[in-house]
């Protein structure tokens, strides 16, 4: 699986945008981009994924890049409940083994 | 609607002492498997297992560690002459799959906090 990189910590005021960036330049052609996040004292919940196409469902927006070198994971109304450690990883959609490997993500800070 | 269940949500134990760590995944959820996650770390893959297939175990760290899941449905970690390296959130997911249809989502429980002294 490609490797991503997300910067360590982010703060974003409540009720605006949160935006968290995800570098993955040496994505292949056949892998996805996937985000989970985990709350404090919590197991990790998934987010949203996608291929090449912007995606939105009711937690979140992905947009990714056209060349699908970097995404954005956009949270539209950020709220504290959103305080987590948002992780970007990048993997094959496959039918077999799905074991996941995160690094140390992004800790967003939802500020009142 | 149950998700993933663990238990204990916390465990202390002494060093070299043995110990249980169990997980009920979503009813029906065909694959099952085991992470940990040191503080501060990210998560790190143990075993997985696969409905009747044979578990992969490529990421348990020593044979001190091993798994188990009967009946295609609860699973134990066990842990033996655990050491102080061994402290760690172990976290169980399951998901949904037929073999045939692509993953996408695993669903994780709360996880035990294992402390050993």
């Known amino acids: 699986d490609a490797k991503t990189t997300q910067p360590p910590s982010m703060d974003c005021a409540e009720g605006r945008a949160a935006n968290l960036p995800c570098n993955h330049s040496?994505?292949?052609?056949?892998?996805?981009v996937y985000w989970y996040r985990q709350i404090h004292s919590q197991g990790p919940q998934y987010i949203i994924h996608?291929?090449?196409n912007n995606e939105t469902n009711e937690m979140a927006s992905l947009i990714i890049t056209e060349d699908r070198k970097s995404s954005t994971l956009i949270l539209p109304h950020a709220t504290l409940r959103d305080t987590a450690v948002y992780y970007c990883?990048?993997?094959?959609?496959?039918?077999?083994?799905?074991?996941?490997?995160f690094g140390t993500g992004t800790r967003l800070t939802i500020i009142p | 609607g149950a998700g993933v269940s663990q238990s204990p949500s916390n465990k202390v134990t002494e060093k070299g002492k043995d110990v249980e760590l169990r997980c009920d995944p979503i009813?029906?959820?065909?694959?099952l498997y085991w992470y940990r996650q040191s503080l501060g770390q990210g998560l790190e893959f143990l075993i997985y297992?696969?409905?009747?297939?044979?578990?992969?175990k490529s990421g348990l760290p020593s044979d001190r560690f091993s798994a188990e899941r009967t009946g295609g449905s609860v699973s134990t970690l066990t842990i033996q002459r655990t050491q102080q390296e061994d402290s760690a959130v172990y976290l169980c997911?399951?998901?949904?799959?037929?073999?045939?249809?692509?993953?996408?989502?695993?669903?994780f429980g709360p996880g035990t906090r294992l402390t050993v002294l």
């Open positions: 997911a399951s998901s949904g799959t037929s073999g045939r249809a692509p993953v996408y989502e695993q669903f």
């Open positions: 040496t994505i292949s052609g056949n892998e996805y």
């Open positions: 996608g291929l090449k």
């Open positions: 990883i990048v993997r094959v959609e496959g039918f077999g083994n799905e074991k996941l490997t």
């Open positions: 009813s029906g959820h065909t694959a």
């Open positions: 297992f696969q409905g009747n297939s044979a578990p992969d």
